[in-house]
């Protein structure tokens, strides 16, 4: 029997969608559904679930990504272009930005935003399954999958694509939500997630189901040391990784040698 | 300590960037400047013998080599029409100056600032030529305040708030040449503590007379 690393029974074509146990032909599809429905009010509701926070953590994850002019960068579940913007603003001209995403209304709302910054010769719009990227091999000098890779049905599938088209010498970021490092911390993130997310889900988006997904999906993902490993596995020659926020979210850097 | 040094750098740009804006000019001011990268190193306290200054080309500070003492590391990356600055470590830069917070701003508003880095409180590694082209930058940065308030207040009141502030700049200029006049003629003329530039030279030449005589004496005594 085939086990990914939670677990789950990929021979028995079962895997996790949220706390619910799901076909894994059925998951994609599940998912598509709750990006459709929230693309609209991404940024909003990222804002008002991490009170602005997820500025920081992005921030931090562009400042650690240390661009230069010229270099090809490929943002994985990039949505709505956040991680794209900042980095097709230090590319220059001689580089280039993938903005890559499974869903489409997700992949509209950043074409708007790269469109009205006036960066859409810099940045080229991909929809794509991160477990097949159409890319040829050693291509991109950085990679960044924000709070994309929980969402991804076959992760140890998708890091292995994203090492094969790294160039050596390069790294990948992953910028996800993980396991805080302290149980008061741990508790109080737990009833802020079960309780009052998805209450703010269904007042500001109208869609409490939505927003639990999300909530349960961050619990489902591997924890600090398992998503290491992991990379390590799909080929990185070393991984290293950030907490942040106590470890409510956590990057992970690995190398191409 | 990661993500407040990530808001420190939001904040800094957030802080620079609308001031450096009001210079129409800006977008090609840093265009020369453009993925250069300038690291300032804030001490905690002065470093003595600090890092030989070099100004080769492919000497790169690296990020990863921060020192005890070291409070705050910032990058400055010209963008188009911004200014980039990040204060994790992240990113190599192509020169990096080092000293103490005071001994920084000095370097910074100094015309010359030769003797301040010949002092070696302010280190420097890296490419100076770099160095030179931000400093360029902010010899040449010529901020239109008065066009920025006439948006807020109108033109009239910004005008006149523009008059009072070149006046002020005016005065304070001519009052700090008179006041080191002034105290220049006390020492010399007054207090007599220090001798007048003229009476050096006259004693130099009186000097340079003797010798000639006595040169003169030496040579009509050995004939």
Known sequence: ?????????????????????????????????????????????????????????????????????????????????????????????????????????????????????????????????????????????????????????????ALGEMHRVLKPGGFMMVLEFSKPTTKPLAKIYDLYSFSLLPKIGKVVAKDEDSYRYLAESIRKHPDQETLKNMMLEAGCSSVDYHNLTGGIVAVHRGFKA | MRLLKAAIGMMLEGIINPVLRLDPELKY?????????????????????????????????????????????????????????????????????SGTLVDLLRLAFSENPQPILAQKSVSLVGNTNVLQGYQKLMQQLDLDWEGHLSAIIGPIAAHEIGELARKAKSFHKSSSQETCQDITEYLQEEARLIPPREEVEDFYQDIAQLQQDVERFEAKFKA
Not at chain 1, 104 to 131: S, T
Request: hydrophobic share 40%; glycine share 8%.
């Open chain 2, 29 to 97: 001011l840093l265009e020369p400047l453009i993925d250069q990268r300038l690291a300032v190193v804030i001490h905690t306290s002065p470093k003595s013998h600090p890092k030989t200054a070099t100004s080769s080309p492919n000497c790169h500070p690296r990020a990863s080599e921060a020192r005890a003492g070291d409070l705050l590391r910032l990058v400055f990356c010209a963008e188009e029409g911004r200014l980039r600055i990040s204060a994790n470590d992240y990113a190599d830069a192509d020169v990096e100056l």
């Open chain 1, 1 to 157: 029997m085939k086990m990914d690393k939670k677990g789950a029974d990929v021979g028995s074509e079962k895997t996790h969608f949220g706390y619910q146990d799901v076909s894994w032909d059925k998951k994609q599809g599940l998912v598509n559904e709750v990006f459709d429905s929230v693309a609209g009010n991404y940024d909003l509701m990222n804002d008002l679930m991490s009170a602005g926070m997820h500025r920081l953590w992005k921030r931090f994850v562009v400042d650690m990504a240390a661009v230069r002019r010229g270099y090809k960068i490929l943002d994985l579940a990039g949505g709505t272009g956040d991680l794209t913007q900042a980095f097709a603003k230090q590319v220059g001209d001689d580089g280039r930005v993938v903005l890559a995403d499974i869903n489409p209304h997700m992949l509209a709302e950043g074409q708007k935003r790269v469109d009205a910054k006036g960066l859409f010769n810099r940045v080229d719009i991909c929809q794509l399954n991160a477990e097949s990227l159409p890319f040829p091999d050693n291509h991109f000098d950085r990679m960044t999958i924000g709070f994309g890779l929980r969402n991804v049905r076959d992760k140890q599938k």
